[in-house]
Structures are given as C-alpha cells and as structure tokens.
C-alpha cells in the first residue's frame, strides 16, 4: 500500500514565499536590539543601521549561511543516549501560571507541580519530551527553567523521554550551559549529545528582543543548538493574509537561522542546529484576542512545517 501525505504548498508556492522573504530582508531588514549581535551582522556584509538597531541581510549572506545549518538530530535523554527515532516527535507545551487539582480547586503553580508535569509526561506513551508546561512561582522568575530542568532531569527516568535545558537571558543560558556540562560529563559530550539549548522568540513583525539574543548566542558560541518560536498573527503583528503572515514568518525564520549560523561559524563551528519554530494563529478582530486551535492556525503551523523542510532544517510547530 502506498504512503499517503498532505501537502499545502507546491515548489512554486515554496519558491515565491522565499523570494519574498529575501526581498523583505534585503530591503526592510529585521531589528535586532542587542549591539552584539548587530557587530556579528555587520561583521559579515549585513548594512546595519545603529540608531534604528535594524539589520538588512544580503542574499549572497543568506545563502551562504543558510547551508551550514544542521538537519534533524536525535533527541536523548537523560542517560545521554538517543532516544527511538522518529519523523515526527511530540512534546508538551506552554507555560502556565496557575494548577488545577483534581477537586477543582486552584493555585499558583509551584515546583512540586512542575514535578507531577514531568511524572505524567514520563509515563505517557505518546509523548517523545515532556516540558515543565507551567512557571514555579515559588522560584526567582529569571531561573525557573533551571529549576524545572534539574526536576525535569531527576524526574524522567524512563529512557525514551527527551530531556531540554535552556534558557531565554544570556546570564542564565551560561548557568544552563554549565549545569549541562556538569551532567553531560564536560562540554564536549555536550556537543555529541546536544539537550542544551539557547532560546529566542521574535516580536513580530521581525524585531529580535536583546535579552534572548543573548541565550541564542551563548549557545551558538560553544557549538550548541539553539531554536525559536515565530508567533505572527494574521490581522495584527502580521498582513491579514495566511500568504503574507507567512512571508513574515518565514523572513524572521531565515534571519534567525542565518545569524545563529554565522554566530556559530565566528566561534570556529562549521554548522549548528537551529530549530525553526511556529505558533502563528489569526487574530480575532471582533474580540481582540490569539485563538488557538483555529483553522488559520492549523493551516499556518503545517505550511511553516513545509518551509523549514525546504531549507532542510529542524522544525517545531504548535498542535491545536
């Protein structure tokens, strides 16, 4: 019997959002609010204008760098062995502030939630790398996920779970990055068995905040992986349009994927893994608000899916 797959977008669609987006950033630029990261840009061709901290990125750049970047790794877990591979992995998500118990009642969410999250997402089949899924109030806002994470790594015994560390501030990043290590056994067993990872999510449409430009480039610098999120929004950070929103998408994707790689390339890496992301929806004009789950969205994160495998790179998109 023959595979059967769903495709939304043909070479020729594929072909023109490119096109678009490499004309979006050669002529518009994306903004990138952090001075380090416009000194790599203009380090290698990117016209930076300072005072707008806004970055125009050259074809000849794009392609360049676009090639460097790494396909799919494994995924491994907390024994630093790989876990069973797949096409498709799923994870959980989201960031919560507040716990439902089982009579109804509610509260903040505090570390010893985080550790029933993980020992779900540890027994549950369907589920490839359990997340913290919600924010401990009961820690320092700026090192929650450090705490998570080493719940996380003393609750996932089961060998096919995946394990993340990361962070999104540069200072906590260099803590995540050394407590990897730690546990890794050194950096260099990091670097094979890579569950350390710098994190940056863009304000669409394409600025760059500086604090999460800083996570991606702690990691970038020891030959890490790092991974965004893009979240525009059809109808407000984003053209109305599900063509145009992805023309935004896609253009704060390749400029994400292009300076990790060059960040990674001036620390002596030939080539990293940057995991594209997506969790653009529409917006709902009458109420004001991000539906997730909507048709839109469904549409959206598959397309973004198909845009990162025309480059050949990673992807992570939102379920609804």
Request: charged letters at 20%; one cysteine or more.
């Amino acid at each position: 019997m023959g595979k059967m797959m769903l495709q939304f977008l043909s070479r020729d669609d594929l072909d023109r959002i490119h096109r678009a987006s490499i004309k979006v950033l050669e002529t518009i630029g994306a903004q990138f609010l952090n001075n380090k990261a416009l000194n790599y840009l203009e380090k290698y061709g990117c016209i930076v204008d300072r005072k707008q901290m806004v970055a125009k990125i050259p074809e000849s750049v794009i392609n360049e760098f676009i090639k460097k970047a790494l396909p799919d790794p494994p995924l491994y877990n907390r024994d630093l062995k790989p876990i069973p591979k797949k096409k498709v992995y799923f994870q959980t998500f989201s960031t919560g502030t507040y716990m439902t118990e089982r009579d109804g009642s509610v509260h903040q969410s505090l570390l010893k939630d985080v550790e029933k999250v993980f020992i779900i997402g540890n027994e549950l089949p369907s589920i490839d790398r359990p997340t913290h899924a919600i924010t401990p109030r009961d820690v320092p806002p700026k090192t929650e996920r450090l705490h998570s994470a080493l719940v996380g790594w003393n609750t996932l015994s089961n060998p096919n779970k995946a394990l993340r560390i990361g962070s999104t501030s540069g200072d906590t990043m260099k803590v995540a990055v050394e407590m990897a290590s730690v546990l890794a056994g050194g950096i260099e067993k990091l670097r094979k068995s890579p569950f350390a990872t710098g994190g940056v999510c863009p304000t669409s449409p394409l600025v760059w905040p500086g604090p999460g430009l800083d996570s991606m480039m702690v990691a970038a610098e020891e030959g890490l992986s790092t991974r965004t999120i893009g979240m525009a929004t059809a109808g407000s950070m984003a053209p109305m349009s599900l063509a145009g929103t992805l023309v935004i998408h896609n253009a704060e994707m390749l400029s994400f994927e292009v300076f990790c790689q060059l960040v990674a390339y001036d620390a002596g890496f030939n080539g990293i893994v940057a995991w594209m992301g997506c969790s653009s929806s529409v917006m709902d004009v009458r109420k004001g608000y991000y539906p997730v789950g909507s048709p839109e969205m469904v549409l959206l994160n598959a397309a973004a899916a198909e845009l990162a495998q025309y480059y050949q790179c990673p992807n992570v998109s939102a379920g609804a």
